[in-house]
């Protein structure tokens, strides 16, 4: 292998872990917002503890949605 096919790989595997802890943070900064701002009503870590399934499935939704929406995004 080649120096350049090394630096190659090395920046896009950097660029992929920048661009995977991006969506992590995001996506745990936009669900604190919806809990927070949006359904004050609603404690999603409250719901979960009592064991409610509905509240998880819908974290989890909302995670897929940004993370779908940071894909496109990042790419350009």
Not at 42 to 56: H, M, Q, S, T, Y
Request: glycine share 10%.
């Amino acid at each position: 292998m080649t120096p350049d096919f090394i630096t190659a790989t090395a920046f896009n595997l950097g660029m992929n872990l920048l661009h995977a802890v991006l969506g992590l943070i995001a996506g745990v900064v936009g669900l604190r917002f919806v809990d927070s701002v949006l359904l004050k009503s609603l404690d999603f870590e409250e719901e979960l503890k009592k064991g409610n399934i509905a509240v998880a499935i819908f974290a989890s939704t909302m995670l897929l949605f940004i993370a779908v929406l940071l894909s496109f995004g990042l790419r350009g």
